[in-house]
């Protein structure tokens, strides 16, 4: 079997990453009221995603290699919402995009299709 | 088997030119309307304002549909299956775009919201017919724009106001087709045809 590549060791690290900011930015969110829990739910649905993404790029990748920048898409997608309903911060809120942009550019490279197609063919 | 090459360009190039005049338009009538506030007001308020912008908005808007009602078609016309449905949701969209214009210049109705709902749900419907296009053509980056479009649309309908999800939906949709348009204007499509077929 071909060796995982390296971009997605990075690619798994930046989806922790965003996961775990979108646990943090969830639990500022939350103000002990009914209303804030629209700002709770989104930015979980963000850390979610983002730990959705994380779990693509293992080593026995679980999904086919177009359907991981499909996750990393509607993470990024999540977390535009959040910029836009101004429910994160505009500075989280952008780092969280860059994040997803990020996934999805590692989730498309050839590579790492190569690979993950290749383990799924031998299952 | 025999290769052919699907040349799509021409309808690209269409489809970049709308998604040029689109940008410019919604720029200088929202610069120029000052009633006119995001997540309160709809693309359509533009439209029935009493301001200047209201005819830069009517003809920017019927140039760039008509110049997307092309795109649709010839997307429509040279492809098969979800690329099919893709460019035949297009069309319905950009007609009913136009359709909706009129209806607003003809009566300065601002009543139109059930005509806003069908076009965004062709909108939508053309983004997931061709991400499914995109996906079994193996087209990742299309596919992850095309799944951002949708989950920006589709949450925003959830959890924001019909206001601001027709107006971001309504530019994710542009932005898209922005992707799909520079996609087959570079890359002619590559379809495998049998021998015995072609003859």
């Known amino acids: 079997m071909a060796n995982m590549p390296g971009k997605m060791k990075i690619g798994m690290g930046l989806g922790l990453v965003g996961g775990i900011l979108g646990i943090a930015t969830s639990a500022i969110a939350w103000e002990s009221t009914i209303d804030s829990m629209t700002a709770v739910g989104l930015n979980l649905l963000v850390a979610v995603m983002f730990f959705a993404s994380a779990g693509f790029f293992q080593k026995n990748a679980p999904v086919a290699g177009t359907t991981g920048a499909v996750l990393a898409g509607i993470a990024t997608a999540s977390a535009f919402v959040c910029l836009v309903m101004g429910i994160m911060g505009t500075g989280l809120a952008i780092v969280e995009i860059i994040i997803g942009i990020l996934l999805i550019l590692i989730a498309a490279c050839p590579t790492v299709k190569r690979y993950v197609d290749g383990v799924r063919s031998v299952e | ?199």
């Open chain 2, 1 to 199: 088997m025999s290769e052919e090459k699907i040349n799509l360009a021409p309808f690209g190039i269409a489809g970049m030119v709308a998604v040029f005049v689109f940008a410019i338009t919604v720029v200088i009538a929202i610069c120029s309307d000052p009633t006119w506030v995001f997540g309160e007001n709809t693309f359509g308020d533009i439209e029935y304002s009493n301001s200047d912008s209201r005819l830069v908005a009517a003809v920017g808007f019927v140039i760039s549909a008509a110049l997307m009602l092309i795109t649709g078609t010839g997307i429509a016309l040279k492809s098969k299956g979800a690329g099919f449905w893709c460019g035949v949701f297009i069309v319905l969209g950009m007609i009913c775009t136009v359709a909706n214009v009129f209806k607003i210049l003809d009566m300065g109705s601002p009543e139109q919201i059930a005509l806003h709902i069908i076009i965004n749900v062709f909108l939508l419907a053309a983004v997931i017919a061709g991400a499914v296009a995109d996906y079994q053509k193996g087209r990742t980056i299309n596919t992850a724009v095309a799944a951002f479009t949708i989950g920006v649309s589709l949450i925003l309908l959830g959890a924001s106001t019909i206001e601001t999800a027709d107006v971001v939906g309504r530019i994710m949709f542009v932005v898209w087709l922005a992707f799909e348009c520079v996609t087959i204007a570079l890359i002619p499509e590559k379809v495998y045809k049998d021998e015995a077929e072609s003859c």
